[in-house]
């Protein structure tokens, strides 16, 4: 079936340094994936989302990139600050459904 | 936030109560969705309406009941629970019927005892 998986399950990194969160999906007609930020005891909230016809996408210090070849795809924090803590999740979206299939979840702890 | 409201935020109940959650979106959008969240597990779609109209249904006990009464509201109704059915409950909001993004409300925390 299908399905999406997500690492680390957990990354802790210093204040000012970069992270990169990978998921890998497996259904091939997936065409959008949006990535959701959480904090604790909060909502999923989209910070970034990129579609299949695209590679990468920017938004300030957040990139995500796709690899439809390699049916994987990545998002980048750079320059973290510790309000970037927080669970982060990707999906995948086939494009003739409203189903997202999310991965299990990076919890992120950017220590200052 | 007003965007997706949930209430109550907090139930615990016991497993012979029958218990509602709602949802509102103040979106205009016309999907919704119902999706539990267990820790250490991916986030689980169990319903999605799409106009009012369920359009899917991911195998979820029939102790879970939907009802869409319009485009803006949704529930859950519970019933005979399982304590392994104590988790965070969020419902979610699109535009269109395959809407790409999805709000999210902010939780029903819901413990069975």
């Known amino acids: 079936g299908e399905n999406v998986e997500q690492h680390p399950s957990t990354l802790s990194v210093q204040e000012g340094d970069s992270a990169v969160i990978k998921c890998t999906y497996s259904?091939?007609?997936?065409?959008?994936f949006p990535w959701y930020k959480q904090e604790l005891g909060k909502r999923p909230q989209l910070i970034i989302d990129?579609?299949?016809?695209?590679g990468e996408k920017k938004d300030q210090r957040i990139a995500v990139t796709l690899n439809k070849t390699a049916k994987h795809f990545s998002l980048h924090i750079t320059e973290t600050q510790p309000e970037d803590s927080a669970v982060y999740f990707c999906?995948?979206?086939?494009?003739?459904?409203?189903?997202?299939?999310f991965g299990t979840g990076t919890l992120l702890a950017v220590q200052p | 936030e007003t965007g997706v409201t949930q209430t109550p935020r907090h139930l615990v109940m016991g497993m012979t109560n029958k218990k509602s959650l709602k949802c509102e979106q103040h979106?205009?959008?016309?999907?919704m969705y119902w999706y539990k969240q267990s820790a250490k597990k991916p986030l689980e779609l169990m319903f999605v309406?799409?106009?009012?109209?369920?359009?899917e249904n991911n195998s979820v006990p029939s102790r879970f009941s939907p009802e869409c009464p319009n485009s803006s509201h949704l529930f859950l109704h519970l019933h005979t629970l399982q304590p392994e059915d104590s988790a965070l409950y969020l419902c979610?909001?699109?535009?269109?019927?395959?809407?790409?993004?999805?709000?999210f409300g902010p939780g029903t925390r819901l413990t069975v005892l």
């Open positions: 309406y799409s106009l009012e109209e369920r359009v």
């Open positions: 259904d091939s007609a997936s065409n959008y």
């Open positions: 979106l205009g959008h016309n999907a």
């Open positions: 999906a995948a979206k086939r494009g003739a459904t409203n189903k997202l299939i």
């Open positions: 979610a909001s699109s535009q269109g019927d395959r809407g790409r993004t999805q709000y």
């Open positions: 990129i579609r299949s016809n695209v």
